[in-house]
Nanobody, 127 residues
Framework: QVQLVESGGGLVQAGGSLRLSCAAS???????????MGWFRQAPGKERDFVAA????????SYADSVKGRFTISRDNAKSTVYLQMNALKPEDTAVYYC?????????????????WGPGTQVTVSS
């Protein structure tokens, strides 16, 4: 089992930055896990969408077109933590952001590849 808890969300003005963190427990990434980690988001009345993903080594990352060049995903396996640095935020980035862990080290961008999810953290960008 993996437990994930997101933090770092909040209210920010358009053009601002936030850094989300996702702390994992239950398994130590550096010792046992080679899982791909991802971030997804869900705005009110919309489906949960892929934002970014990173493999265990960090050698592969992927981003939704809407966030390319503005968001950066990274991970610190020694701390069992994944980050999402969000810059140049826009009002359309407003959503609940979820951290997710897959059970495998593939290049996963679809939600069904991810077996563990955090409760989410709200990000609100004002215009």
């Amino acid at each position: 089992q993996v437990q994930l808890v997101e933090s770092g969300g909040g209210l920010v003005q358009a053009g601002g930055s936030l850094r989300l963190s996702c702390a994992a427990s239950g398994r130590t990434f550096s010792r046992y896990t080679t899982d791909t980690m991802g971030w997804f988001r869900q705005a009110p009345g919309k489906e949960r969408d892929f934002v970014a993903a990173v493999t265990w080594s960090g050698s592969w990352t992927s981003y939704a077109d809407s966030v390319k060049g503005r968001f950066t995903i990274s991970r610190d396996n020694a701390k069992s933590t994944v980050y999402l640095q969000m810059n140049a935020l826009k009002p359309e980035d407003t959503a609940v952001y979820y951290c997710a862990a897959a059970t495998g080290n593939g290049r996963y961008t679809l939600a069904y590849h991810y077996n563990y999810w955090g409760p989410g953290t709200q990000v609100t960008v004002s215009s």
